[in-house]
């Protein structure tokens, strides 16, 4: 999902020059045009921006537009104040609203005056329905939805069946229902809006993108609590206090509970700091060293990006529970505006599940973390084993293969993996005829190398007979004899790291399947093994020998070019290595690259100076790095990650040969 900058105008205008128009039917809903004076169009591109955001983020839009508004004088300002005043009547602000309108009115004539007149009315509405129903109809019918905005007129319509309904007039009540229907039908806001008038004569509206899945979301009564996360979001404590408790008490739950707790621990800390970005890393325990690579990658991209802010590193302890801790403290006592991090796995299940309970943009460092989609508040930023899988997949179905077998070890990278390629090799319409995992721990990989190749000498047991009776023919041993592995695919994924591969793939050799180069009969064909990026290690050329040659894997860097490797880089990687080497006095390995990437990504998004930490998040998903070494292309606004052009690079003798670049 897209995550348009906070301060758009909402759910609004379809952007236009306005002229009279025949009305409107009942059956076809009005077209809304207005715009702004000519002396004031330079602000309709922040006004459309915050249109197309504000059913997915309305307090986005909101503060999209206080920044246009601040920033502008006269009529420029007053034409955002009308769209800043319907986006806070529909928030529900209705001082704030009203002073907007009210400045519009004073300001400004024609239809942008007419629209925030009916601001006006429409606040006043609720208690004009009950003190005089028939003077407020007769207020609404004086305006008509060609001077007025979208959601103002799902509502006038909306509002006008349920008078009719009071005064008994079921055709006209139905006539102006069908026309608020029909208005409101394209905009969550407008539906919204209009529904608490027409109550049972609209569905109740399904906000679009803005949450988890349903398997995942919040549960009732998180209304009040998403707007406590946009009040710390925006250094409004005090407001969040207020909304924690707001959540009516039937719906109570203890999950509810709990998260009420946790927003109230935030919400007694530290208020926003926009100058500071914090930073989950492990810089303690065996993964230490690791930790200051990559704060030092960080550190390179974040200087080229050009923000100002300041990073705040803290200790993630390698553990979820570790993580959890380490992120509080970076919100609570930090007030940072985003968290970049963490690395590891076994830290990512807990930290992301607090950026959503938090409301604080997390940009992931960690290819555990399979779908950031899946999280409103979580962005990926690092090469992901579906991206990988899908470039692999990608190259061999366009070279004819159509059918593999899946041999992966049992640990959770393993089955993460084999589940992604299954899943993706059906998105492509090709065949996994044998997945089978093993032991992640084993030294002896060859019974499971015998389960791949179903060797079942009970089920087989005529052709087990039959290769031996031709053996005896031949005049060999057939006691020597054994069941050769049914070879029904083209290729073997096997995501393992190059240090454990070559085991694995004795293994597979052992039991005759025709890998590498090794062949079981004279002239017969070989089965070559895919893999991911861990097999980016020279330790693999010497240690798989003939096993693991011909074999293909793929990732988006390689360490400079050595005698062990044949690799034509693109155009600036060179550059990039010498800068890097002369800022850390070290070669980058891709795992940098990647850091480096990242750092400048969180940088130039933060270099727009978000006011809030929706801001943030949008100015995320609305940039790409410039100047990427890790091959980024764009970003993907369905899975919230960085899309990239991934190599394949095939195994050979003396090294890696690129042999292609996928989109």
């Given at each position: 999902?897209?995550?348009?900058?906070?301060?758009?105008?909402?759910?609004?205008?379809?952007?236009?020059?306005?002229?009279?128009k025949?009305?409107?039917?009942?059956?076809?809903?009005?077209?809304?045009?207005?715009?702004?004076?000519?002396?004031?169009?330079?602000?309709?591109?922040?006004?459309?921006?915050?249109?197309?955001?504000?059913?997915?983020?309305?307090?986005?839009?909101?503060?999209?537009?206080?920044q246009?508004?601040?920033?502008?004088?006269?009529?420029?300002?007053?034409?955002?104040?009308l769209y800043?005043?319907?986006?806070?009547r529909?928030?529900g602000?209705?001082?704030?609203?009203?002073?907007?309108?009210?400045?519009v009115?004073?300001?400004?004539?024609?239809?942008?005056?007419?629209?925030?007149?009916?601001?006006?009315?429409?606040?006043?509405?609720?208690?004009e329905?009950?003190?005089?129903?028939?003077?407020?109809?007769?207020?609404?019918?004086?305006?008509?939805?060609?001077?007025?905005?979208?959601?103002?007129?799902?509502?006038?319509?909306?509002?006008?069946?349920?008078l009719?309904?009071?005064?008994?007039?079921?055709?006209?009540?139905?006539?102006?229902?069908?026309?608020?229907?029909?208005?409101?039908?394209?905009?969550?806001?407008?539906?919204?809006?209009?529904?608490?008038?027409?109550?049972?004569?609209?569905?109740?509206?399904?906000?679009?993108?803005?949450?988890?899945?349903?398997?995942?979301?919040?549960?009732?009564?998180?209304?009040?609590?998403?707007?406590?996360?946009?009040?710390?979001?925006?250094?409004?404590?005090?407001?969040?206090?207020q909304?924690?408790?707001?959540v009516?008490?039937?719906?109570?739950?203890?999950?509810?509970?709990?998260?009420?707790?946790?927003?109230?621990?935030?919400?007694?800390?530290?208020?926003?700091?926009?100058?500071?970005?914090?930073?989950?890393l492990?810089?303690?325990?065996?993964?230490a060293?690791?930790?200051?690579?990559?704060?030092?990658?960080?550190?390179?991209?974040?200087?080229?990006?050009?923000?100002?802010?300041q990073?705040?590193?803290?200790?993630?302890?390698?553990?979820?529970?570790?993580?959890?801790?380490?992120?509080?403290?970076?919100?609570?006592?930090?007030?940072?505006?985003?968290?970049?991090?963490?690395?590891?796995?076994?830290?990512?299940?807990?930290?992301?599940?607090?950026?959503?309970?938090?409301?604080?943009?997390?940009?992931?460092?960690?290819?555990?973390?399979?779908?950031?989609?899946?999280?409103?508040?979580?962005?990926?930023?690092?090469?992901?084993?579906?991206?990988q899988?899908?470039?692999?997949?990608?190259?061999?179905?366009?070279?004819?293969d159509?059918?593999?077998?899946?041999?992966?070890?049992?640990s959770?990278?393993?089955?993460?993996?084999?589940?992604?390629?299954?899943?993706?090799?059906?998105?492509?319409?090709?065949?996994?005829?044998v997945?089978?995992?093993?032991?992640?721990?084993?030294?002896?990989?060859?019974?499971?190398?015998?389960?791949?190749?179903?060797?079942?000498?009970?089920?087989r047991?005529?052709?087990?007979?039959?290769?031996?009776?031709?053996?005896?023919?031949?005049?060999?041993?057939?006691?020597?004899?054994?069941l050769?592995?049914?070879?029904?695919?083209?290729?073997?994924?096997?995501?393992?790291?190059a240090?454990?591969?070559?085991?694995?793939?004795?293994?597979l050799?052992?039991?005759?399947f025709?890998?590498?180069t090794?062949?079981?009969?004279?002239?017969?064909?070989?089965?070559?093994?895919?893999?991911l990026?861990?097999?980016?290690?020279?330790?693999?050329?010497?240690?798989?020998?003939?096993?693991?040659?011909?074999?293909?894997?793929?990732?988006?860097?390689?360490?400079p070019?050595?005698?062990?490797?044949d690799?034509?880089?693109?155009?600036?990687?060179?550059?990039?290595?010498?800068?890097?080497r002369?800022?850390?006095?070290?070669?980058?390995?891709?795992?940098?690259?990647?850091?480096?990437?990242a750092?400048?990504?969180?940088?130039?998004?933060?270099?727009?100076?978000?006011?809030?930490?929706a801001?943030?998040?949008?100015?995320?998903?609305n940039?790409?790095?410039?100047?990427s070494?890790t091959?980024?292309?764009?970003?993907?606004?369905?899975?919230?990650?960085?899309?990239?052009?991934?190599?394949?690079?095939?195994?050979?003798?003396?090294?890696?040969?690129?042999?292609?670049?996928?989109?």
């Amino acid at each position: 999902m897209i995550r348009l900058s906070p301060a758009l105008p909402l759910f609004l205008v379809a952007l236009g020059a306005c002229g009279p128009k025949a009305p409107a039917t009942s059956a076809t809903p009005a077209t809304i045009e207005l715009t702004c004076p000519s002396d004031a169009t330079g602000v309709q591109p922040v006004i459309a921006t915050a249109a197309a955001g504000a059913d997915r983020n309305l307090e986005g839009a909101i503060d999209m537009l206080e920044q246009a508004y601040g920033s502008h004088t006269g009529t420029a300002r007053s034409c955002v104040a009308l769209y800043l005043g319907e986006d806070y009547r529909i928030a529900g602000q209705e001082k704030a609203a009203a002073a907007r309108f009210q400045e519009v009115t004073s300001s400004l004539q024609g239809n942008l005056a007419t629209s925030a007149r009916l601001g006006q009315l429409l606040l006043a509405a609720p208690v004009e329905v009950m003190a005089d129903p028939a003077a407020l109809e007769k207020a609404l019918l004086t305006f008509d939805g060609y001077s007025v905005l979208h959601t103002q007129e799902a509502e006038r319509q909306a509002l006008l069946a349920h008078l009719a309904r009071i005064r008994g007039d079921g055709a006209a009540q139905a006539a102006r229902a069908s026309q608020a229907k029909a208005i409101a039908s394209t905009s969550y806001l407008a539906t919204r809006r209009a529904q608490q008038w027409l109550k049972a004569d609209l569905p109740t509206p399904v906000q679009p993108d803005t949450g988890p899945p349903a398997d995942t979301a919040a549960p009732a009564g998180a209304g009040p609590l998403d707007d406590a996360r946009a009040a710390l979001g925006a250094g409004r404590n005090d407001e969040a206090l207020q909304l924690i408790d707001r959540v009516p008490k039937k719906q109570l739950t203890d999950a509810v509970v709990a998260e009420q707790q946790y927003l109230r621990s935030l919400a007694h800390g530290a208020t926003l700091d926009t100058g500071r970005i914090g930073v989950l890393l492990p810089l303690s325990g065996r993964f230490a060293s690791v930790g200051r690579q990559v704060r030092e990658a960080l550190e390179v991209g974040w200087a080229q990006g050009g923000a100002s802010q300041q990073l705040v590193f803290v200790d993630s302890g390698g553990t979820d529970d570790a993580a959890m801790l380490a992120f509080d403290e970076l919100v609570r006592d930090e007030g940072v505006l985003a968290v970049i991090g963490p690395l590891l796995s076994a830290e990512v299940e807990g930290v992301v599940d607090r950026a959503d309970a938090a409301g604080v943009p997390l940009i992931s460092l960690s290819q555990a973390l399979d779908d950031a989609g899946k999280h409103p508040w979580v962005v990926q930023s690092w090469l992901t084993p579906r991206q990988q899988i899908e470039a692999l997949l990608d190259s061999r179905v366009a070279a004819g293969d159509d059918a593999f077998a899946v041999f992966a070890p049992d640990s959770a990278y393993g089955e993460e993996a084999a589940t992604l390629f299954a899943e993706e090799a059906a998105e492509r319409g090709v065949t996994v005829t044998v997945s089978e995992l093993y032991d992640a721990q084993a030294t002896d990989y060859m019974p499971y190398a015998q389960k791949l190749g179903r060797k079942d000498y009970d089920a087989r047991a005529s052709e087990f007979a039959s290769l031996r009776r031709r053996a005896r023919e031949a005049g060999r041993d057939s006691s020597k004899v054994v069941l050769p592995p049914v070879i029904d695919f083209d290729a073997i994924f096997l995501p393992e790291s190059a240090s454990r591969l070559p085991l694995v793939a004795a293994a597979l050799a052992y039991e005759e399947f025709p890998i590498g180069t090794f062949r079981t009969s004279k002239g017969g064909d070989t089965v070559p093994l895919l893999g991911l990026s861990s097999w980016n290690n020279t330790h693999l050329i010497a240690a798989g020998g003939s096993y693991t040659r011909t074999g293909v894997f793929t990732d988006v860097f390689i360490p400079p070019p050595t005698d062990a490797y044949d690799w034509d880089p693109a155009e600036g990687w060179q550059e990039f290595v010498d800068d890097y080497r002369d800022a850390t006095t070290r070669t980058p390995t891709p795992i940098e690259a990647l850091a480096v990437d990242a750092g400048l990504w969180v940088s130039e998004a933060a270099a727009s100076s978000p006011r809030t930490r929706a801001a943030m998040l949008t100015a995320l998903a609305n940039h790409v790095p410039e100047g990427s070494v890790t091959g980024v292309t764009g970003y993907d606004d369905e899975r919230d990650e960085l899309t990239r052009r991934v190599g394949l690079f095939l195994v050979e003798k003396d090294g890696f040969l690129r042999v292609e670049t996928t989109e």
